[in-house]
T-cell receptor
């Protein structure tokens, strides 16, 4: 299984600020994804992080709000911009070695926006 | 819209019993299915995956898939209190993205 390191593990932020979450995988993976899990809810896919190109966003998520970078095959960042209390959630990085293979998750970032 | 449906529970079973968790999916194009376990405050952990119709066993866990009925289940034999968690069912769509259900909370009573 993949070892996925995510940081920070938690943060408390002020409204209107931005937070960048980092995700590091222990080996090269073909696909990386960012999910959000709101309190008491299941996982919602934010976007697919594409290596060397713009991320592919799901309906309801936009690049201006959730810019994503993936400069290489083992690293990605997600920024939550201009935060509001509604952005309080767990953000999860995930990765898989090949498209039809198993998906592994990082430890998550618990974000609280005041 | 592609959906994965699960009963939210909680499903309460006594220690040593079989816990049966069920899931249905809407996208007939889905070919692969996954069960994740999530403890409170932790990230999801993959416990089973299944691609073919029928049963797949791994230790105390058995995944069952019926593509005709668009139905996936997870059986946990000899349930232990440590199995108490939320179990997430996920279906992989044709774009290789996982669509998750809302999860079933399992409580195993000592």
């Amino acid at each position: 299984s993949a070892v996925i390191s995510q940081k920070p593990s938690r943060d408390i932020c002020q409204r209107g600020t931005s937070l960048t979450i980092q995700c590091q995988v222990d080996s090269q993976v073909t696909m990386m994804f960012w999910y959000r899990q709101q309190p008491g809810q299941s996982l919602t896919l934010i976007a697919t992080a594409n290596q060397g190109s713009e991320a592919t966003y799901e309906s309801g998520f936009v690049i201006d709000k959730f810019p994503i970078s993936r400069p290489n095959l083992t690293f990605s960042t997600l920024t939550v911009s201009n935060m509001s209390p509604e952005d309080s959630s767990i953000y999860l990085c995930s990765a898989k070695y090949s498209p039809n293979e198993k998906l592994f998750f990082g430890s998550g970032t618990q974000l609280s926006v005041l | 819209q592609k959906e994965v449906e699960q009963n939210s529970g909680p499903l309460s079973v006594p220690e040593g019993a079989i816990a049966s968790l069920n899931c249905t999916y809407s996208d007939r194009g889905s070919q692969s299915f996954f069960w994740y376990r999530q403890y409170s405050g932790k990230s999801p952990e993959l416990i089973m995956f299944i691609y073919s119709n029928g049963d797949k066993e791994d230790g105390r866990f058995t995944a069952q898939l019926n593509k005709a009925s668009q139905y996936v289940s997870l059986l946990i034999r000899d349930s232990q209190p440590s199995d108490s968690a939320t179990y997430l069912c996920a279906a992989m769509d044709s774009s290789y993205k996982l669509i998750f259900g809302s999860g079933t909370r399992l409580l195993v009573r000592p």
